[in-house]
């Protein structure tokens, strides 16, 4: 069976630091992979999703990044935090058809302060 | 481009009743999902539909999807406190690797 694992869970960053989410799937091949981010009480936004190695869409401008260096490892990058970054980032996977159904992971509740 | 339409945005039933929310579509759209978002917790796929007035049941959910494809709807028969969280639909027009996300509707049951 298919597993999703999102790491850390939490994590507190001033404002201004470098940050780090990573992403893996398990048991799948080629699976597209997609970031959201949250924020308190709102509703999902697509950040970026890839739909294989080193293929990248963006979303939405910001001063986030994404890579897959891997066919399963999806990576959420930013150089400096910004206090707006704060929210709960979610991984999710999908089988490489349009509109199929996604799998997310447990997800990443960033504070920046 | 597409716009999805989530309503309610917040819902307050009283254990054991009823609770239904709708998405709607500005255009037709190939399929749709549904997910929900237990409080701290990540979006769970519930279930997809694509054919036109599709009525699917997972024990007391009910999924229809209309005749157009522009809209559909989740019914909750007798609400249990297990059913709070966020139910969010997820319309798909049909071409793309992602999907879009509705606004969700917030469920919260009293006990």
């Known amino acids: 069976s298919q597993t999703i694992h999102q790491w850390p869970a939490t994590l507190v960053q001033p404002v201004g630091s470098p940050l780090s989410l990573e992403c893996t799937v398990e048991?799948?091949?080629?699976?597209?992979l997609y970031w959201y981010r949250q924020a308190a009480g709102r509703g999902l936004q697509l950040l970026f999703y890839?739909?294989?190695?080193?293929?990248i869409s963006s979303e939405v401008p910001q001063n986030l990044s994404a890579s897959r260096p891997q066919d399963r490892q999806f990576i959420l990058s930013s150089k400096k935090l910004l206090l707006s970054d704060s929210g709960f980032y979610l991984c999710?996977?999908?089988?490489?058809?349009?509109?199929?159904?996604?799998?997310f992971g447990p997800g990443t509740r960033l504070t920046v302060l | 481009g597409q716009q999805v339409m989530q309503i309610p945005q917040y819902q307050h039933v009283q254990e054991g009743e009823d609770f239904t929310t709708y998405c709607n579509s500005s255009?037709?759209?190939?399929?749709i999902q549904w997910y929900k978002q237990r409080p701290g917790g990540h979006p769970v796929f519930l279930i997809q539909l694509v054919k036109s007035g599709e009525v699917k049941k997972q024990k007391r959910l009910t999924f229809q999807f209309g005749e157009a494809k522009k809209n559909s709807s989740l019914h909750i028969t007798a609400t249990q406190t297990t059913d709070v969280g966020t139910y969010f639909c997820a319309p798909n027009s049909g071409g793309y690797q992602k999907v879009t996300f509705g606004t969700g509707t917030k469920l919260q049951v009293i006990p």
């Open positions: 890839s739909v294989g190695i080193g293929q």
């Open positions: 999710a996977w999908s089988l490489a058809q349009a509109g199929g159904a996604e799998y």
């Open positions: 048991g799948t091949s080629n699976p597209n």
């Open positions: 255009t037709t759209l190939s399929n």
